[in-house]
């Protein structure tokens, strides 16, 4: 069974750093994209960060400069550091991997059970 396990969250101060890591485990064959959403109290998930396998990544307009994303494919693993956080970034974060478990299948979507952010000011 493929899951995704994230750690790193906790409570912060403004102007802090937090970096949260994502690790894939079970039997699977390649790993696609693999991205970080947010999702605050009272508002929709959103998307913060993408990473494809190809090494391209994209950022939400409110993190650009302060988070970065980056990937080890050899541990499974995905990271968010997050620099200068504020308190508006206070969210659950979220690992989303795309992955092809057997050669010559679809993708499939998974999600890890998140991890909770809290920024004070």
């Known amino acids: 069974q493929v899951q995704l396990v994230e750690s790193g969250g906790g409570l912060v101060q403004a102007g802090g750093s937090l970096r949260l890591s994502c690790v894939v485990s079970g039997s699977i064959f390649s790993i696609n994209d693999m991205d970080w959403y947010r999702q605050a109290p009272g508002k929709q998930r959103e998307l913060v960060a993408t990473?494809?396998?190809?090494?391209?990544?994209n950022y939400v307009d409110s993190v650009k400069g302060r988070f970065t994303i980056s990937r080890d494919n050899a541990k499974r693993t995905a990271y968010l550091q997050m620099n200068n956080l504020k308190p508006e970034d206070t969210a659950v974060y979220y690992c989303?991997?795309?992955?092809?478990?057997?050669?010559?299948?679809?993708?499939?979507?998974?999600w890890g059970q998140g991890t909770q952010v809290t920024v004070s000011s």
């Open positions: 989303n991997a795309v992955i092809i478990r057997r050669p010559g299948t679809f993708p499939t979507n998974y």
């Open positions: 990473s494809s396998s190809g090494g391209d990544t």
